[in-house]
């Protein structure tokens, strides 16, 4: 190391900031890595802990992940777990759940020896129903039944359409919800979108209580839809909030 390096690494080591120091430590091989790793722990954030853990050879993987079990959010737990050789999966997975939100339960779920059973019941105990929705879809080995329950019980119309995309979810079960919803616009995603869809069923429900414009989308861009009844549901919606405007301007004052 040269004098201007040692100069600026004793600087560094003072006062110097966490990422300074990551910095320093990557870029000169001869650097003193435990005291900079030792200045990264007192000063830095998770992320910095992680940054030093990835990409500094010789730092203490256990001391950093330490630290960020400690003070590093469920998003540095994530990353650690999933890049970093020789991180304690479980660890960083009970800081996770402590710390954590849905998101990042989803996310450390496709890390390997995550245990997909504990964090899939954080979710569904904790989680909102999109996050049910994205665990079904983006982790392998869930629960597509379990999570498609609580869609059932509690979800609306876009949040069935989202878990009927979902490999093994139960799509006449998820369209009943739909149909039984009071909005138009979801049964004509649903139809749009889903595959194996009852079209039939689902046009009869935008029929009955969709809208001008849910009416003509539908004819516009569902296979198979009866074109004729929806345009003429559209034209008399139409026509009535015209009649409707009317006797609104039409009203004495």
């Known amino acids: 190391m040269t004098p201007m390096d040692k100069t600026k690494q004793d600087r560094l080591l003072r006062e110097g900031s966490a990422p300074s120091c990551y910095r320093f430590a990557r870029a000169h091989a001869d650097a003193d890595i435990p005291a900079l790793q030792a200045r990264v722990l007192a000063v830095g954030t998770g992320e910095d802990c992680l940054l030093f853990a990835r990409y500094v050879k010789g730092a203490d ?3 950093l992940q330490r630290r960020v079990t400690e003070i590093g959010n ?3 737990c994530c990353w650690f777990a999933a890049h970093i050789p020789g991180a304690d999966v479980k ?15 989803v996310l450390f779920a496709s890390t390997p020896g995550a245990d997909i059973a504990v964090l899939q019941d954080w979710v569904l105990k904790h989680g909102d129903i999109e996050t049910c929705c994205r665990f079904a879809r983006d982790v392998s080995g869930a629960d597509i039944a379990a999570l498609q329950a609580r869609v059932l019980k509690e979800g609306p119309g876009w949040a069935c359409q989202l878990m009927a995309r979902v490999p093994g979810a139960n799509v006449l079960a998820l369209q009943e919800k739909v149909l039984k919803s009071e909005n138009g616009y ?3 995603q649903f139809a749009k979108h889903i595959p194996g869809a009852d079209i ?16 003509q989308e539908f ?4 296979p198979g839809a009866d074109g004729e009844a929806l345009e003429s549901r559209a034209r008399i919606l139409q026509e009535e909030e015209v009649a ?5 301007t039409n009203t004495p004052t």
């Open 186 to 188: 979801d049964c004509l």
């Open 219 to 222: 004819a516009r861009e569902v």
């Open 200 to 215: 039939a069923a689902l046009q009869a429900r935008v029929l009955e209580i969709g809208n001008a414009q849910d009416c």
């Open 244 to 248: 409707f405007l009317s006797s609104l």
């Open 61 to 63: 993987i256990k001391a």
């Open 74 to 76: 469920a998003y540095d």
């Open 91 to 105: 660890i960083l997975q009970e800081r996770v759940l402590a710390t954590g939100n849905g998101t990042a339960c």
